[in-house]
Every structure is written in structure tokens, then in C-alpha cells.
């Protein structure tokens, strides 16, 4: 039998006084947890970590085979890192792995064949949303729509196909978003021109508790939280071609509606009460201390993102343009403050820690970047030679990403 | 009394409740339904089969034939995690068991398929033994990696050999890639490929239209061909009168281009129609390509409908079930094309074969023996 950590049991005890509390957020993570796309908050700051910020080769804890592609990020509960991927002629099937953090070593690994459609882009994959987890529970959803729920054992908790479900919750070119979990709802976007809604699952039994319409058009982008503040509990941002709606995790409700539009590939985030959103350029909003309402803060047409969500850190918006280009924008105005050149394309969201940005590129280079008020400095690369499409996690001061072969953990050279 | 009597008698009394818990605990797995129907009762029974141990992986295996997918993947993760106990404990699988039935084509072949890749894990040099025999094998995966055998040795081989290689491997191959490599091995040694006929691409189409599809709008209008098919009518179209005129492609993927072989009308649906005969009653998979908005009838019947435009298209982009009855079937597409001005979204075209669950060509009987099957008037 495997022995819990210390961690599990006060992390235990603590979720239990969350439930009576009512506590409407992610369950309170172990602190090195990265328990879904983009980390707890799901706006890529990784808190508390200090990465290794010097990448070479010799940072490299351990480097694992895979045996499926992926677009999916890792994620980490406790001492166990959890990965996806897909393989076969038709990518129609379905891994789930669970390694030991410290050894590399695979602790198990389940397959699932898909029941829903399989085609994409050949630059995409069944395994492209990241899994998340309630600390208890893994939620592994796929391209798809296969949503399947382990224990962090690995035994089958529940599967739902939503793609036999509804036989139009797909995109031809493939469907990317990735679920969050807030208290004891998972919530997932399927979205297409053909089919397009948004359902809150409850984690423990896999039923529905609602399911919404959305608008019918393709949507790659993933759900954010809006942190419980105030007494008010936490609300779901589902992002659109329309905007952004703030949804009660609970009840599917809509509470508050931004209109304006916003991107079908970059999602939103919410750092510090402030939601930033990829809508004509980058917008940024406010909501009330009730949640009920918002208010418009600012909106900046030279700070849009391409494919990776924007990053805030020390202050700065930070977006990667379609040309690899790095800007940094004020967060209280949105001036544009500085561009960095990077190389190539980037796919992945680049993560926060410790006043560095970490980003990989499609081709696979890795750049740690210190991003200063006035400037940004690159202050290591690394050469990893695979296409790396993912976004990194971090956990236990530990850098982890991978492509379609391999997973990395890079951690201070001991 | 013997001193084995009362062990071999608990053994009697308690094996039997093992079997039948073992046994409801796999109908419990079958059962589960969509909208996580059944999970919580899944739960303990996987929990049941696990502490069976290996004793209960040939029954999960034999239980995936007639589930649904969704419960063959309640029945393979149940094998994967009992398989996982059994191997990290030091226990071996039961090897002989579990070779028998990945050669029993009668199981199911997704079930067939995860017993060999366990029995792999152990014993690398099965795929030596079995994967040759597999050309013709119920599941594509074994097919494929059959096929890839011959490809290679073809490829190490003289041209006569090369090409007696190519056309076995052709035989077996399902998939597009191995498919446009045989094809183009072989024609490259002078050989004839009909690459059309090998996947059973429906190449002659009767077509009527265009009717108005502007702003998308005629994707649910229910025009004359949906409610009777008539090939001698004519109606309102459009632009005009219309009338159902004949159609055809020699393209080698079957692709029906009305854009270039018709006009792209921007706005527009047509209907096209063929009739398949089925020497008897048979399931086969209907399977499209197509960036367009679609609906697809068999016989009168819906079958299904996707209202998307310009996501890309690709052999086999969507697979249908359906039950051709024998005889003459109909089948009848609606095809509609949006108004969309990027130049990556201007085909108006689809793909449509009749082929079995592992991709392999349904072909319609022949003329000869069609002729001796009374014929229906489609009207």
C-alpha cells in the first residue's frame, strides 16, 4: 500500500472543513499541487514554487517516454504527476498516467477507447485539453468529449461520453478546452458551430447537475474562476466568440454577462479581482464585491494574444503575438510597456514563478524570461528538439512539461 | 473425517458465491448507461473482480462482446487494474488463456487486442507469431500492424516479390496511408490500382439543386427530395427550375466535387441520391467526408445530420451505423455550402463509402445478381 504523505490528511481534514464551511471554491490544494490547466487558480501564477530559473541539461531530473501524443498539460497532486495522451491510427484511444514525481517512475496507466468522434488537425490530438483533479479524483477530458473520473489509484470512478451523448459535441478540426473544478462540480465546455454547451458535473458521481446552451460556434477556450471573495462564492467564466458569462458552479446560472466579444483560442484569467480577457486586443474588468455586476477598467488593442493565454506578473500583462513576440503591458492601464523577441510560434500558455516567465515554443526551446518594469531579459534557453504545444506545471519546485514523446521535470541540480 | 474435507468443502460452498458475485459484478459493469448511469454500482463491482484476481480476466474479456463502448471501457479498465495487481505482485497472467482467446476472431476485437498487448508486456515475441496470421483480422489494429509487415518486407524485397507482397498487403489494408503506399508501390511497378473500388467509395450519384441555403438558412428547410424522391420531378430551385441529373467521379477518394464539376453556388444545397443493393439484411458503417453541412438518409430514414462548414475534411470524417436491408437501399445526401469568401472555404464536395466496422470495402452485389433482385421504383 502506497503511504499517504502528511499533507493528505491535513489536506483531508482541511477539505472536510471546506464542505461544512460551504466553501465554494477548488478544494484547498497541497501547496505544490498543479491541479488543473494553468494551475489551482487557473491563471498560470504558480505560488510559493522557486523553479529552477538556469535551464540546461543538467536541470533535467528525469525525462520519461510517453506512449501517446499530447497537447495536455501535467498536473500534480501530492507526490504523483498526471498526464494524458492519445494513440493509435485513429487516435481513438485514450491514456491516463499517473508517475511518481520524484522517480519518473509510471505508477499506472489506464486506456479507454474514445466514444466519441476522433478527427482533428493533424497538429492536434484526442489528449489537447490538460486533466484536473479535486485532490481526490482525477478528470481526464479529451478531444472527444470523453470525460472519465479515476481515483488517484487509477480504479474508474465514472465515465461520460458526451460525445455519444450528444453526437454533435465536436469539432472536425478537434476541440481543446480544458475542464476546472470548483467545490464538487467539474466543469467542461463543448463547443462547436454543430453543438455548443457548457455542463457542471458533479465530481463524486459523474451526473449531470446542469447543462447549458452556448452559443453555437467554434470554441477552443477554457474555463476560468473568479476566486470566491466577500461571502460570495466562486463563479465558473466561461469564455466565447460573444464574451464572457460568469456561471454559478452550482446551477449552471448565468450571473453576469461581458458582451463584447472575445477570442476563441486564448482564455481569460483573474489575477488579483481582475478579470483579463482576450476581447479586441486584451480588456480588462472588475466585478463587483457581490459578484453580481462588473465594471470596465481597460481595454488595449496592442496587447492581444495569439494562441497562449496572457500571464500577469510584478505588475505586467504579458502576451505572445502570432510572430513569437513578447509584450508586456501595465496592468493597472494597459499601456504597452515593452517587447521581448522570442523564437518561433508558441502554443503553450507560458507559466509565472518566482519573477520569471517560463515558455516553450513550438519547436520545442525552452526561455526563462525576467520581466522587469522597464524591460525583459532572457536569462536561459534550452534546446529541448520536440514540438512542445503544451503549457508547463509546477509543482514541489519542479518545472514539468511535455511533447508528444516525452515528459520533463526540471528541478534545481542537486 | 479426512482432513481435507472441510477446506474442499468450503471450497465448494465458497467458490460458487465467487462465481456469482463475478458474474453479477460483470452484468453490473455492462449495465452502466450514459449520463454515468450504473457508476456507482460499476464501482463496487470493479472493486469485486479486482480482489477476484486473475481469475476473472478471461470473464471480463468475454464480456466485452454485445456491451456498449462505454461499458467495454468499464470491463477494460476492470482488466487493466486486476492485470496491474496480478503483474506488480509478481503473479504471471494466465498466458494460455488469454493467447487462446486473442485467436478466437469470434470475441471482441477491441477485447482480442488489449489481452495481446498484455500478453506483450511478458512476451515480445508473440507479435512474431500471431500478427502474420492477422491480415484479415475482424480488428484494425491487428490489421494494420499485418499489413505493416508486408510493407517492409516488400520494401527489402526484388520487384517481383515486391509486387506479390504490395497486392497481399492490399488485401488486408484499411487504412489510408498504407492503403496510398501500396498504391503507389505498385503502380509504380507497372501494376493496376483501383484505389475507388478498394475502399467502396459510391462513385455514381443522381443530383438535384441548387436550392437556397442563404445565410444558412436552408440547412433545416425541409425542400421536395426529403419528403419524396421522385428522379423524374422537377422543381423551384434557387436560380430556377431544377431537375435531378446524373453525376459521377473517377476521382480515386470518390470525391463528389460539385464546386468544380457543377458550380460553387455560394448559398446553395444540392441533393444527390444513389441506390446500393445488399445481397441480405447487414450492419455497415456509412462513412463521409466533407467540409460541408450535411444530412444523410438510408431508405427514407434519417440517419444523421452535422451543420458545420469549412472545419476541414478527411477520408472516414464521420462513420454512421446503419442496417441495410437486402436488396435495393437508398441512400440520399444533402449537401449545403455557406457563404463564407476565405479562400480555405470554398469547397463544396463530399466523400461516401459503404464499408464494415474495421474500414474494409462493403462492395454492392453486381449487376448480374442485382439484376435478379426485383427492383423498386424510387418514388
Request: glycine share 8%.
Amino acid at each position: 500500500m502506497r503511504h499517504l504523505p502528511a499533507t493528505t490528511n491535513r489536506r483531508r481534514a482541511v477539505l472536510a472543513l471546506a464542505g461544512f464551511v460551504g466553501i465554494g471554491f477548488l478544494s484547498p490544494a497541497h501547496s505544490g499541487d498543479w491541479r488543473q490547466f494553468r494551475g489551482n487558480d487557473a491563471n498560470s501564477i504558480a505560488q510559493g514554487e522557486n523553479l529552477p530559473t538556469e535551464l540546461s541539461g543538467g536541470s533535467i531530473a528525469w525525462k520519461v517516454e510517453l506512449p501517446g501524443r499530447g497537447l495536455s498539460g501535467p498536473i500534480a497532486v501530492d507526490q504523483q504527476v498526471f498526464l494524458t495522451a492519445s494513440s493509435g491510427y485513429s487516435q481513438d484511444r485514450l491514456h491516463i498516467l499517473s508517475i511518481d514525481a520524484e522517480t519518473g517512475e509510471t505508477q499506472w496507466e489506464r486506456q479507454f477507447e474514445a466514444t466519441g468522434r476522433t478527427g482533428c488537425h493533424p497538429k492536434m490530438c484526442m489528449a489537447t485539453p490538460t486533466p484536473a483533479s479535486d485532490g481526490e479524483r482525477v478528470f481526464a477530458f479529451y478531444s472527444s468529449s470523453d470525460l472519465i473520473c479515476t481515483d488517484l489509484a487509477g480504479n474508474l470512478q465514472w465515465y461520460r461520453g458526451f460525445g455519444a451523448e450528444y453526437r454533435n459535441a465536436s469539432n472536425s478540426l478537434g476541440m481543446s478546452s480544458s475542464p476546472i473544478v470548483i467545490g464538487s462540480t467539474v466543469i467542461v465546455q463543448a463547443e462547436s458551430e454543430a453543438e455548443a454547451f457548457a455542463a457542471g458535473v458533479d465530481t463524486v458521481t459523474g451526473e449531470t447537475k446542469w447543462k447549458i446552451d452556448r452559443p453555437r460556434k467554434a470554441n477552443w477556450t477554457s474555463p476560468t474562476i473568479l476566486p470566491a471573495a466577500n461571502g460570495r462564492p466562486a463563479l465558473a467564466l466561461l469564455q466565447s466568440s460573444a464574451g464572457l458569462s460568469a456561471v454559478d458552479p452550482e446551477t449552471g446560472n448565468v450571473v453576469w454577462t461581458f458582451g463584447n466579444g472575445a477570442s476563441t483560442i486564448p482564455s481569460s484569467l483573474v489575477v488579483d479581482g481582475t478579470v483579463v480577457i482576450p476581447s479586441n486586443g486584451l480588456t480588462t474588468i472588475r466585478p463587483s464585491s457581490d459578484g453580481t455586476t462588473f465594471e470596465d477598467v481597460w481595454k488595449s488593442s496592442n496587447l492581444g494574444p495569439s494562441t497562449p493565454s496572457p500571464v500577469v506578473i510584478n505588475g505586467l500583462t504579458i502576451t505572445v503575438n502570432s510572430a513569437g513576440a513578447l509584450s508586456a503591458g501595465d496592468m493597472a492601464t494597459g499601456k504597452r510597456l515593452w517587447q521581448l523577441r522570442l523564437k518561433g510560434k508558441f502554443s503553450g500558455t507560458p507559466l509565472a514563478s518566482n519573477g520569471h516567465l517560463f515558455f516553450f515554443n513550438e519547436a520545442g526551446y525552452a526561455f526563462v524570461v525576467r520581466p522587469e518594469r522597464e524591460k525583459g531579459e532572457i536569462v536561459s534557453e534550452l534546446d529541448l528538439a520536440e514540438t512542445i504545444l503544451c503549457s508547463p506545471a509546477a509543482s514541489d519546485n519542479a518545472l514539468y512539461v511535455r511533447s508528444d514523446g516525452h515528459l520533463w521535470k526540471f528541478s534545481e541540480q542537486r | 473425517m479426512n482432513r481435507f474435507t472441510i477446506p474442499l468443502a468450503t471450497l465448494c460452498l465458497v467458490a460458487p458465491a465467487f462465481a456469482d458475485d463475478s458474474a453479477d459484478a460483470i452484468r453490473a459493469l455492462q449495465s452502466v448507461g450514459e449520463h454515468a448511469t450504473g457508476a456507482a454500482e460499476a464501482r463496487t463491482a470493479l472493486q469485486t473482480l479486482k480482489q477476484g484476481g486473475a481469475a476473472n480476466l478471461l470473464p471480463v474479456l468475454k464480456a466485452f462482446n454485445g456491451s456498449s463502448k462505454l461499458a467495454a471501457n468499464w470491463l477494460r479498465s476492470t482488466f487493466e487494474a486486476i492485470a496491474d495487481t496480478e503483474q506488480k505482485a509478481g503473479r504471471g497472467l494466465p498466458k494460455g488463456d488469454l493467447l487462446a482467446f486473442v485467436k478466437d476472431t469470434s470475441e471482441s476485437p477491441s477485447a482480442r487486442r488489449l489481452a495481446f498487448e498484455w500478453l506483450l508486456k511478458r512476451s515480445p515475441q508473440l507479435e512474431d507469431e500471431l500478427i502474420p496470421g492477422m491480415l484479415l483480422d475482424p480488428s484494425p489494429d491487428f490489421r494494420r500492424d499485418a499489413v505493416k509487415r508486408l510493407i517492409d518486407q516488400a520494401a527489402a524485397a526484388n520487384a517481383d516479390a515486391a509486387v506479390a507482397l504490395y497486392a497481399k498487403a492490399m488485401t488486408g489494408a484499411v487504412h489510408e496511408d498504407q492503403v496510398k503506399t501500396i498504391a503507389k508501390a505498385l503502380k509504380d511497378a507497372g501494376e493496376e490500382v483501383n484505389i475507388s473500388r478498394h475502399f467502396g467509395f459510391l462513385t455514381k450519384w443522381k443530383i438535384i439543386g441548387p436550392f437556397d441555403n442563404k445565410d444558412q438558412k436552408g440547412f433545416p428547410v425541409v425542400y421536395p427530395p426529403e419528403t419524396k424522391l421522385d428522379l423524374t420531378a422537377e422543381y423551384d430551385g434557387q436560380l430556377g427550375k431544377v431537375k435531378w441529373e446524373s453525376i459521377a467521379t473517377d476521382d480515386d477518394y470518390g470525391v463528389l466535387d460539385i464546386g468544380k464539376q457543377i458550380e460553387n453556388y455560394k448559398g446553395s444545397l444540392m441533393y444527390t441520391t444513389t441506390t446500393w443493393q445488399s445481397e441480405k439484411d447487414q450492419a455497415v458503417e456509412i462513412r463521409l467526408g466533407t467540409p460541408n453541412a450535411w444530412k444523410l438518409w438510408v431508405n427514407g430514414a434519417l440517419m444523421f445530420e452535422r451543420e458545420e462548414y469549412h472545419r476541414g475534411t478527411r477520408l472516414d470524417q464521420y462513420k454512421v451505423p446503419v442496417s441495410l436491408k437486402a436488396g435495393q437501399n437508398t441512400i440520399l445526401v444533402k449537401i449545403c455550402q455557406n457563404e463564407q469568401e476565405q479562400d480555405w472555404a470554398q469547397d463544396y464536395q463530399f466523400q461516401l463509402r459503404v464499408c464494415d466496422r474495421t474500414g474494409a470495402a462493403v462492395l454492392p452485389v453486381t449487376q448480374a445478381a442485382a439484376n435478379n433482385t426485383p427492383r423498386k421504383e424510387i418514388r
